[in-house]
């Protein structure tokens, strides 16, 4: 039976990868649900992407804390923080 890796490894080759982005300003009341909406589909081949335009209200600790500890099937989460010109 392969290993639990290399089972990813495979699935990710057959299954298209997906893209998702997430863009907050001051949604940190809704934003931690939402990310774990998609996170919790546990979808082997996921880009995941949360863009926050510079929030002050606990916006990025969240998405930190998600960078930091990213769950199974999550495949990269990118964050950007700051507002764009």
């Known amino acids: 039976m392969p290993e ?19 863009p907050s300003y001051q949604g940190g009341r809704i ?6 909406s998609v996170i919790d589909r546990k979808y082997p081949n996921l880009e995941y992407i949360v863009i926050d335009a510079g929030s002050t209200d606990g916006s990025s600790d969240i998405i ?10 999550l495949k990269r989460l990118y964050a950007w923080f700051g507002v764009a010109e």
């Open 4 to 22: 639990l890796k290399t089972v990813k490894i495979m699935m990710n080759k057959i299954l298209p990868k997906f893209s998702i982005v997430t």
């Open 64 to 73: 930190r804390k998600y960078e930091l500890d990213s769950p199974v099937g």
């Open 31 to 36: 934003l931690e649900s939402a990310m774990q």
